[in-house]
């Protein structure tokens, strides 16, 4: 008789279930490194949410692009020369990209140790550190950050934990976590909303210029330009609120980690799981936020 | 060749995000008095210049010069106050001469050639000053 597939929770069902579990911990004041696994788990549904964000980004430029060529030939181009047109931006983002998945790689490690589990080595993690180095806007400190946490990453995956190490990952890692959370605060709080700003500029100027040229001629075209600009504004709306809400989601990552290394001596105190849980809670409503804009 | 820092490449790509913007909305605001030909050309000024602003913001500005804290005050000086300008434009003509020395300032800062950042500034102060 074949077995009924029984699907398997959501991570965020898994994040709630986690919650409740440390909240009857917490009431029973018993010391537990799970609040340290139930924020990993929330941390890294947050990096989880960046590269959407990234795509989002690299597809409204190419948009963006295809306004420009159209508004300077009506000739036919190709999708290369937009392509081209975008590689700039397309590389920033995959640097972006690459301090991120160090940095998703480390709560995932964290989140292991926490459960003392072994996972399985990732052997690009070691690259990410030396491909971050290069990168424009990360100078040598957050390059090692980087490099930092994909080795510690690779390194905890390949060997497994042991729930004493603990302690000991935190402190060492978080003044990595505390730079590469800050160097992504500053590009997403600012690159990625001057991209999203001049992305608006050009749309607008796209759809105003077509319907200043010919929406009086064309009246019931007229209509459909301008609903096309209002889905297309709306949908830039949305995107600048993704990328806020994710900033403020990785700082509040950031925050609890700094919580976990203030208290790094007493990660089971009753006190600390409360406050973890808050943050875990305040990250998984920072997630619900980013989705719905997406 | 000197790399400006982040903070300074972005503070420079957003002056430019600015300019393309106010020319924009000049382009806009005097639709009908303006020719084909002279939308054409500033919108294509406005263009380069969100293509300058995305790139100061992809990329760190690197300039060839000795002292790039002055030169980075020239630019920021000249690129303020051209924006100052193209917030009050008088008429057509001078809409087409901001545009254009925003737009050579931009090349100049791209360059990172000492001469040629020297060079537009001055000319980006004087055309600003009208």
Not at chain 1, 25 to 48: D, E
Not at chain 2, 74 to 79: D, K, L, Q, S, V
Not at chain 2, 103 to 118: D, E, K, M, R
Request: with cysteine.
């Amino acid at each position: 008789m074949r077995r009924r597939a029984v699907a398997r929770p959501s991570p965020r069902a898994q994040a709630t279930r986690l919650t409740l579990v440390l909240v009857l911990l917490a009431g029973a004041g018993c010391t537990s490194p799970a609040a340290v696994k139930r924020y990993s788990v929330a941390a890294a549904l947050v990096t989880a949410r960046l590269p959407d964000a990234s795509a989002a980004l690299g597809a409204s430029c190419r948009r963006t692009q295809s306004y420009r060529l159209r508004r300077a030939s009506t000739a036919w181009y190709s999708g290369d020369s937009v392509v081209a047109a975008c590689a700039g931006r397309d590389s920033a983002l995959r640097d972006v990209g690459r301090a991120n998945r160090a940095l998703a790689a480390y709560f995932a490690a964290l989140g292991r140790l926490a459960g003392a589990k072994a996972g399985e080595m990732d052997a690009t993690l070691s690259a990410l550190g030396d491909a971050a180095a290069e990168a424009g806007h990360f100078g040598k400190p957050q390059g090692n950050a980087v490099t930092a946490l994909a080795t510690f990453a690779a390194a905890r995956a390949a060997h497994g934990y042991r729930r004493a190490k603990l302690r000991e990952a935190v402190g060492e890692q978080n003044a990595n976590v505390q730079i590469v959370i800050s160097v992504l605060h500053d590009i997403l709080d600012r690159d990625f909303a001057r991209y999203l700003r001049d992305d608006e500029t050009a749309l607008t100027a796209f759809y105003r210029a077509a319907l200043a040229e010919s929406g009086t001629r064309e009246p019931l075209a007229a209509i459909l330009v301008r609903d096309s600009y209002d889905e297309r504004q709306e949908e830039l709306t949305r995107r600048v609120e993704a990328v806020g809400a994710l900033d403020r989601a990785l700082l509040v990552a950031g925050r609890g980690h700094q919580r976990l290394y203030d208290a790094r001596d007493q990660l089971g105190a009753k006190e600390l799981l409360g406050s973890i849980v808050s943050t875990a809670r305040e990250l998984d409503i920072a997630i619900a936020k980013i989705d719905k804009a997406f | 060749m000197t790399t400006l820092s982040a903070e300074q490449s972005r503070a420079i790509a957003k002056l430019y995000s600015d300019l393309a913007r106010t020319l924009s909305d000049y382009r806009f605001a005097h639709w009908a008095e303006l020719s084909r030909r002279q939308r054409g050309e500033i919108e294509s000024h406005e263009w380069t210049l969100l293509t300058y602003s995305s790139n100061m913001t992809t990329h760190a500005i690197r300039l060839g010069v000795a002292d790039a804290g002055n030169a980075l005050a020239g630019i920021t000086r000249a690129t303020k106050k051209l924006t100052a300008a193209a917030r009050k434009l008088a008429n057509v003509r001078r809409a087409v001469a901001v545009a254009t020395a925003a737009v050579a300032l931009g090349a100049a800062i791209a360059s990172g050639h000492a001469l040629a950042i020297g060079e537009a500034v001055s000319k980006a102060m004087s055309v600003a000053d009208g």
